[in-house]
């Protein structure tokens, strides 16, 4: 019989190791196979949550945050794109860093749906994938309807403030738990695991986990 196993993804659609980490995180469920019967709830995280509505060129975000010089993002890209075709996650031209948060409400809404996973993977291959600007209210409404969500009432969500007090909340919450990076998996509400981590690190994590519930059952 399965074994039920909650995972929680705290993560940021503006953090390319996010989109790299839920591509690692589903191939080892994959390899796992029926051994658990997994459920992953998103939730949001803001990297830079006072990003100008234009956004900034990452060479000069990067560069102004981490003291990167050009040839090191460069560097850093390449790598990433490696890690990425590794779990079969193709990034594209990235220029520029956006703020997130709208896409944040857009996705709490979608979880209400039943559709927060499918349109969290849209967005992130709508950033990092194609270059699109996530906190376009178009780009957003069409990731929405790519995932057979209602494109009214997701331009309804983003015209008003729905849930912007709810996703503020959550990341407070993490951010008190003491989660300062992401990506952030939370297994069983008791298992943190941290960073895009190959497929074999998450499967070993997975296995072991659901071995000691299993221990705990008798």
Request: hydrophobic share 45%; aromatic share 8%.
């Amino acid at each position: 019989m399965p074994q039920p196993l909650k995972i929680d993804f705290v993560s940021d659609i503006a953090c390319p190791w996010c989109a790299i980490g839920l591509s690692s995180l589903q191939l080892a469920l994959q390899r796992v196979g029926d051994a658990v019967d997994a459920e992953i709830v998103v939730h949001p995280f803001e990297l830079n949550p006072g990003m100008r509505p234009e956004g900034e060129a990452i060479v000069d975000y990067l560069g102004r945050k981490y003291g990167r010089t050009p040839a090191q993002i460069a560097e850093t890209q390449a790598m990433i794109r490696e890690r990425g075709a590794a779990v079969g996650f193709a990034f594209g031209p990235r220029t520029h860093v956006y703020n997130t948060f709208d896409a944040h409400r857009l996705l709490h809404w979608a979880g209400l749906e039943g559709k927060q996973l499918p349109l969290k993977q849209a967005l992130l291959r709508a950033y990092h994938a194609d270059g699109k600007d996530p906190s376009n209210h178009d780009v957003l409404v069409d990731a929405a309807q790519s995932v057979g969500l209602d494109a009214a009432t997701a331009r309804k969500v983003l015209a008003g403030d729905d849930y912007a007090d709810a996703v503020r909340a959550e990341i407070e919450a993490y951010q008190r738990m003491g989660i300062q990076s992401v990506p952030s998996i939370i297994f069983n509400d008791r298992y943190l695991v941290t960073g895009g981590q190959p497929v074999e690190a998450f499967e070993q994590a997975i296995r072991d986990i659901a071995a000691e519930a299993r221990k705990a059952q008798g």
